[in-house]
């Protein structure tokens, strides 16, 4: 299976920014596309960017215009930048990745992975 490594979660003060990163590992023919999700305490996991293989981007209402998703196809890894972040911004981040891959066998298989998650804590 393809597994995913997110880093550069971390505590940062209202207005500052980070910026997440999220790289798919294990045998990849191509991934069809790229998101950032975040569950809150209490709150259902919601989608926050999203990036497809054509570089189209979406984005969730609340992050637009402070947040720019963007992937390096070479290194088949996603970023998040995050600026003006809010304390309604807390979560723990979730990168999700789903595209084909060869298995240890050399067949082609589709996935669908998600990492581990990194705290974001936005807090004075």
């Known amino acids: 299976q393809v597994q995913l490594v997110e880093s550069g979660g971390g505590l940062v003060q209202p207005g500052g920014s980070l910026r997440l990163s999220c790289a798919a590992s294990?045998?990849?023919?191509?991934?069809?596309?790229m998101g950032w999700y975040r569950q809150a305490p209490g709150k259902q996991r919601e989608l926050v960017a999203s990036?497809?293989?054509?570089?189209?981007?979406n984005y969730a209402d609340s992050v637009k215009g402070r947040f720019t998703i963007s992937r390096d196809n070479a290194k088949n890894t996603a970023y998040l930048q995050m600026n003006s972040l809010k304390p309604e911004d807390t979560a723990v981040y979730y990168c999700n990745a789903h595209g084909s891959y060869y298995t240890i066998y050399g067949f082609r298989s589709d996935f669908d992975s998600w990492g581990q998650g990194t705290q974001v804590t936005v807090s004075s």
């Open positions: 990036i497809a293989s054509a570089d189209s981007t």
């Open positions: 294990a045998r990849i023919i191509s991934i069809r596309a």
